[in-house]
């Protein structure tokens, strides 16, 4: 099982949705932004995501969730107060 790195990006028209989606995501990934997160996670866990998602989006909203190779993520400059690793230690949702 192949691990991958993920970014996360949506805009959600409805604030209830938008609220949902953001706590669905949040399980699988780390919060960059309102609404961009990065995640670590195998196709199978990604899958659960993108289910759990269609469930609750619906035609006006927008999600993208892009593989990032590994090569690129090493190559990725943070700045600001979550550059930093402030996700070790935090628990995700594994499926």
């Known amino acids: 099982m192949k691990h991958s790195q993920w970014l996360i990006i949506y805009d959600i ?3 209830r949705r938008l609220q949902s989606v953001g706590k669905i995501v949040s399980r699988y990934g780390e919060r960059i932004q309102k609404s961009v ?6 196709d199978i866990v990604i899958n659960a995501l993108q289910q ?3 469930e609750v989006a619906n035609k006006n909203d927008f999600i993208a969730i892009i593989p990032l190779c590994e ?3 090493q190559k990725a400059e943070k700045y600001g107060t979550m550059a930093s690793d402030s996700h070790i230690g935090l628990n995700y949702e594994i499926l």
Do not use: G, S, T
């Open 37 to 42: 997160f990065e995640a670590n996670a195998n």
């Open 71 to 73: 090569r690129d993520w």
């Open 52 to 54: 759990r998602l269609e």
């Open 13 to 15: 028209c409805d604030p």
